[in-house]
């Protein structure tokens, strides 16, 4: 390795262990808002009787690109106001690490809008959560230890949705459960991990 090179991978990983609080706080606020985004989906689509597989795979998309949108805008608004650049060498690793699965289970899911592929919505739950638990396991790398964990959950509680959907959907409405599923997995499992985050920094930082 090129001595340049090992220097700036020594200064990514330096500002990454500087900033594990920093970024410890921003997790809070992300996990809250994509929480939101999913518990409104959950009960919108319910509400709303989205039943259809293709109205399916469309509402939960468009949920996960508001999801993504808004995490984008928290970040940046901590960047400012902590006068830090956004696009650091830290966000950077980060996002090289999220972007393979976060493009794959986008591609995968607009194929299945497309084409309105599989007869159920199980298959659609289990790829969706496992590129994105992929995805936040990675990010987990670059992160507080908490994050892959968290991944872990993500990747197990996908396979738990897709098997229930799997195994009901033809006794019970589909479309009910499937939006239960997805609204347990990225409304509430976020809601409580944010929930979590905050109580332990608050914890950590009174005297």
């Given at each position: ?69 808004g995490a984008f805008l928290i970040v940046r ?8 650049p956004f696009w650091s060498p830290p966000t ?116």
């Open positions: 390795m090129e001595p340049n090179v090992a220097a700036e991978h020594l200064q990514v990983i330096r500002t990454l262990m500087e900033r594990a609080a920093l970024y410890r706080r921003t997790l809070a606020p992300i996990m809250f808002f994509v929480g939101a985004v999913g518990m409104l989906a959950g009960a919108g689509g319910w509400a709303l009787a989205i039943d259809t597989i293709a109205g399916f795979y469309a509402w939960w998309l468009a949920a996960a690109i508001a999801a993504l949108a608004r901590q960047a400012l106001r902590e006068a830090e950077v690793r980060v996002t090289e690490a999220m972007a393979p699965p976060l493009v794959g289970g986008l591609v995968f899911s607009l194929v299945m809008v497309m084409l309105g592929a599989a007869p159920t919505r199980g298959l659609f739950v289990l790829a969706n959560a496992l590129f994105y638990g992929c995805a936040i396991h990675a990010a987990g790398f670059f992160m507080p230890r908490g994050m892959r964990l968290f991944g872990w959950l993500v990747l197990l509680l996908s396979a738990t949705g897709a098997s229930v959907l799997a195994l009901y959907e033809p006794e019970v409405d589909g479309a009910v459960l499937g939006h239960a599923v997805m609204g347990g997995i990225f409304g509430l499992l976020h809601v409580g991990y944010g929930a979590y985050l905050s109580l332990t920094e608050r914890r950590e930082t009174t005297p």
